[in-house]
């Protein structure tokens, strides 16, 4: 793992699919911290409107979703945007993006995105990268998918230097 350099200021750019109620006050108190500056690069920036396209109804969040902290909506290059298939969050430009904003290191929010694993492929062994998945091993399915998710799994984590976890059944995966 590239070590974090010796700065005043840590850049730390999150990587996240689009805005969401119980990310919001992690991203703002993360912001609010001296130590750190941060930017999060969303992949889909319709699903910011108060409009939910799988409910097709109007959303009102009693938290505000877009304050506290800097953020870019990265072009979403998919078809068919959403967040219930992998190519629906299809950045070419999140690289890019990222890379011009020079991180010290990147917090990656899920793995299930196109965007995700190709941001952890272009800065692995470059950037420190830190990744925060909330799935568990609960599903009970087929040992033949048990056994794709786990090498999957390994894969995925290999990219990674810091895997984060939201609680027992998270760590467990």
């Known amino acids: 793992m590239k070590k974090l350099p010796d700065v005043e200021r840590i850049r730390l750019a999150i990587v996240s699919s689009h805005p969401v109620q119980y990310n919001a006050p992690a991203f703002q108190a993360i912001a609010a911290d001296t130590g750190l500056e941060v930017h999060v690069f969303y992949g889909w920036k319709d699903a910011a409107s108060n409009t939910d396209p799988e409910f097709g109804q109007v959303i009102e969040w009693d938290i505000p979703l877009l304050t506290g902290y800097e953020y870019t909506f990265v072009p979403n290059a998919s078809r068919r945007p959403g ?12 690289v890019n993006a ?8 990147i917090l990656i929010y899920g793995w299930s995105f196109a965007t995700h ?4 492929r272009s800065f692995h062994k470059k950037v420190p990268i830190l990744f925060r998945g909330d799935s ?3 599903d009970g399915r087929s040992r033949f998918h048990d056994l794709a998710r786990r090498t999957f799994r390994g894969w995925v984590y290999g990219q990674v230097d810091v895997a984060l976890y939201s609680g027992t059944r998270n760590r467990e995966y």
């Open 83 to 94: 967040t219930n298939r992998f190519r629906g969050i299809n950045n070419p430009g999140m």
């Open 98 to 105: 990222i890379r011009d904003w020079n991180p010290d290191a």
């Open 117 to 120: 694993l190709r941001v952890m």
């Open 136 to 138: 568990t091993l609960l």
